[in-house]
DNA sequence: TTGTATTTTTAGACAAGTCTAAAAAAATAA
DNA sequence: TTATTTTTTTAGACTTGTCTAAAAATACAA
């Protein structure tokens, strides 16, 4: 089917084109960690594959048949990262890079298999909707904690940074999924942000607000 | 660490061992499906790794460092084999070729976590034992069928034969790990063995006898 | 609009792993 | 022991994915 690398270069393209609607050389080559002269030969072969639409020095966009692959790879990934999670017990911080070698198993019946033996998860440990076999996935509706409106009420449903050093950081302040949170006040010096959770006030820094993401 | 290609050459290496004391470059070809040129130029590459034993003409063997990694190798195979069936509930004649690809993942702590979630097995499906992460493992004194005097009782407890059309040959005939036979008779004219099983006979070939195992 | 900086592509090379064809060594037979 | 067959190694080539250095195209500024 396809290479590891053409996985991990669609898988790419697709996350940076949720930005932009183009994707640029330099920003796949920055995302991958290679060079720009790499992703131009790659991004030929894919587009033989007919995996990308790509006309040089325009950049490129998957077509649907790409979508359709980096959703399922996407699918793998969290699937496996809700395994990692919820049946051997690892913690939030500590999957992602284990997922990124687990994803690139590919066949399907596992998979189905997998999903089903979790009892079809929805969302993976950061909060990220898992597409089902055709690539669908509800879109969510969440909001950066510093774009909303002081007094607003909301549930913990995601995060914008995946590190572990910020997910390490918000598991020590309890700042996990499905907590139940309200915005109580926003610093004017510095834009830091007050919550209040389980009756009790947590500040946060403008930076952090801006990568926890809230249901309303 | 060491290459998927060179992963498997390892364990193909460990495989033939068993068998035989060196191993010839042509029986790796055969093993892996692949050219002896092949097999010289990879061999070289794990004699400067120290991970076998080689000199020109002379076949190879695995150092104990060679070893070491093949039977981690077997390990991942064997629990993956082993989750399959356990808990994704494939049929034992399904998963070989899933923990073949699965078998290259190889972060430890993964690897210990999924043993402690299945209870530390100590066999797979198939009744082979899987080695604890030092690569130690009971050697099982298991017999094939057709090497055991007429009227001995035993447990069926492996197989030599691991193909797919063998394993589903037994299964549907239900001779499957546990069950307890009888060897009732051997009949001269072909060596086609009649067991009984839970009051029922039941006749197998020699071929069959010979690639199954029992415990006494 | 013309010149400079940036981005992207091309050209050529390299490492890993494989192959075919030919040479060398070892095993077997006469 | 000599000749023939088989096994193993060498030589040279190819593919995938990567890199550096240089050329070409595009974007931006004066
Ligand atoms: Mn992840
Ligand atoms: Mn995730
Ligand atoms: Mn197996
Ligand atoms: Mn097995």
Redesign the pocket.
């Known amino acids: 089917m396809n290479?590891?690398?053409?996985e991990?270069?669609l898988k790419a393209i697709y996350k940076l084109s949720l930005a932009a609607g183009n994707v640029?050389?330099?920003?796949i080559?920055a995302e991958?960690?290679?060079?720009?002269?790499?992703?131009?030969?790659?991004?030929?072969?894919l587009a033989e594959k007919a995996l990308v639409n790509?006309?040089?020095?325009?950049?490129v966009s998957l077509t649907k048949a790409g979508e359709k692959v980096a959703l399922n790879i996407i699918r793998r990934h969290r699937l496996w990262e809700y395994f990692l999670v919820e049946k051997l017990h690892f913690k939030w911080d500590e999957v992602h890079d284990m997922a990124e070698e687990m994803e690139h198993i590919s066949l399907t019946e596992l998979i189905d298999r997998l999903d089903a033996f979790m009892g079809h998860p929805t969302r993976d440990p950061h909060g990220d909707p898992i597409p089902d076999c055709d690539g669908n996935f509800k879109v969510s509706e969440l909001k950066p904690v510093s774009s909303v409106e002081v007094n607003t009420a909301g549930v913990i449903s995601g995060v914008r940074d995946h590190s572990a050093s910020f997910l390490q950081y918000l598991e020590r302040q309890q700042l996990t999924i499905g907590k139940h949170i309200i915005i109580k006040e926003v610093i004017s010096y510095d834009n830091a942000v007050i919550l209040e959770m389980e009756n009790t006030q947590i500040q946060i820094s403008r930076d952090v607000a801006n990568n926890l993401l809230i249901a309303l």
């Open positions: 290479t590891l690398a053409e991990n270069y640029s050389t330099n920003q080559a991958l960690a290679t060079k720009a002269s790499s992703v131009t030969d790659m991004v030929r072969k790509y006309t040089r020095y325009q950049g």
